[in-house]
Nanobody
């Protein structure tokens, strides 16, 4: 059973920076595509950024140019760097892997952007 664990969330003022991490045991994070989703209160869960097994990335239009997804092979994690944060980025952020047979979710990490 794969367990994904997100970390790095918190409170930050508008314009600030946070770096989220997604950790898992074994090599699944380096061998499978990984996605970051977010869900704000009263809203549907939406995909924020994805990275394929060969490193191709894609971003939601709302975060393009501000958020960056990547792999930290030394730490065996997938990170989401979030720059120029806006209040509308406030949400619970989830790490996700869909390997075609199973879908795995972490418990989420809260990001709050406010002054």
């Amino acid at each position: 059973q794969v367990q994904l664990v997100e970390s790095g969330g918190g409170w930050v003022q508008p314009g600030g920076f946070l770096r989220l991490s997604c950790a898992a045991s074994g090599s699944i994070l380096s061998s499978k595509g990984v996605a970051w989703y977010r869900q704000a209160p009263g809203s549907q869960r939406e995909v924020v950024a994805t990275i394929t097994s060969n490193g191709r990335t894609n971003y939601a239009d709302s975060v393009k140019g501000r958020f960056f997804i990547g792999r930290d092979y030394a730490k065996n994690t997938v990170y989401l760097e979030m720059n120029s944060l806006k209040p509308e980025d406030t949400a619970l952020y989830y790490c996700n892997i869909n390997d075609g047979l199973n879908t795995y979710w972490g418990q989420g990490t809260q990001v709050t952007v406010s002054s």
